[in-house]
């Protein structure tokens, strides 16, 4: 039986990432490009918050229930009573703020090519974190990390724009929003690597899950009608399954296992893997468009974010 207990003894990870370490790594960045087109197509027939609040709820119940035969009911919340703040910041910054601009953003940019493009610009994360590291993590950022991450960032503002020197339209607001997306879990994992050293990953998971839900159930309902979930069919249920609890939860578990002895600004470099398996399925599934500007950009931002990681 694949156990948390197993996970949690391979925690050394000195230079380089091992190989259990390493197929778990590339297993949620498989998993996490398969949920753009899953949510693609999730949003034809379910609104942007309401997708939100079902993916925390469906990650939320299963986990909570392990938590609670793992752990006990009251010692499951002892480390929110005692420290909310880190919980409460996760639950912002990994789940409810970037999954709504994530849904929201989707839904307003162009149809033919929304799942590939939107992985490609949520994949920026790197950049963000590698700034972020050194300032809270006091991980190291030499010239080349500079260079890099200043060539990923060009690379960034060719794809959100498209190339356009006018910066409006709806497809413009929903890029940037998937880029605010991307800010909010360069935040997330820094709050999430100062945790993993005093809680059990998978109490960071569920916990986080239960304030997203509790933060996306008024916001759905009041912006959202309730009625549309008698339209939902039996297989877009379990499309909701698989992003509620295998993208927000097992994918996400395996990715805090690993970055408990792992340093975040090298971490983040699998990232770059979400784009590549997004943009495979998105074109296999959903036979989206690739334009040549955006693969130009993603070539970019790859080269500038493998710059950064690997640069002195």
């Keep these: 039986m694949f156990s948390i207990g ?6 050394s990870i000195p230079s380089t990432v091992d190989p259990f370490n390493l197929s778990l790594l590339v297993i949620s960045m498989l998993l996490w490009g398969l949920s753009f087109p899953a949510i693609k197509v999730a949003l034809d027939v379910i609104d942007p918050l309401t997708l939100g609040l079902l993916r925390v709820l469906f990650g939320a119940i299963p986990l909570s229930i392990f938590i609670f035969f793992k752990f006990g009911f009251q010692d499951s919340f002892t480390p929110l009573f005692k420290d909310p703040i880190p919980f409460i910041g996760i639950a912002l910054t990994q789940f409810y703020l970037p999954l709504a601009a994530q849904n929201v953003g989707m839904g307003m940019m ?10 490609i610009i949520q994949a920026t994360s790197p950049i963000f974190a590698i700034f972020l590291s050194s300032m809270y993590l006091g991980e190291y950022i030499g010239r080349m990390k500079g260079l890099g991450a200043g060539l990923a960032l060009s690379g960034t503002v060719l794809l959100v724009t498209q190339g356009g020197l006018v910066l409006e339209g709806a497809t413009l607001v929903g890029n940037l929003l998937l880029l605010s997306s991307a800010v909010f ?4 994992g820094v709050l999430t690597k100062k945790a993993l050293t005093d809680h059990d990953p998978m109490l960071i998971i569920t916990l986080a899950l239960i304030i997203s839900s509790i933060l996306f ?3 759905a309902l009041a912006t959202e009608p309730i009625s549309q979930l008698s339209g939902i069919t039996f297989d877009m249920w379990l499309i909701v399954l698989f992003l509620g609890l295998i993208c927000n939860g ?5 990715w805090y296992v690993v970055l408990m002895n792992s340093q975040l600004s090298k971490q983040v470099l699998f990232s770059y893997l979400i784009p590549l398996f997004g943009t495979i399925f998105s074109y296999l599934l959903l036979d989206e468009v690739i334009a040549i500007q955006t693969l130009i950009a993603g070539m970019v931002i790859v ?3 493998t710059i950064a990681q690997y640069g002195k």
Excluded at 113 to 118: C, E, F, G, N, Y
Excluded at 250 to 254: E, H, R, V
Aim: glycine share 4%; charged share 10%; proline share 6%.
């Design 6 to 11: 197993l996970l949690m003894q391979k925690r």
């Design 185 to 188: 879990y360069a935040v997330s």
């Design 303 to 305: 080269v500038g974010i």
């Design 217 to 219: 159930l008024p916001t």
């Design 250 to 254: 097992i994918a996400l578990l395996m």
């Design 110 to 119: 162009d149809p033919s090519s929304a799942a590939s493009l939107s992985s």
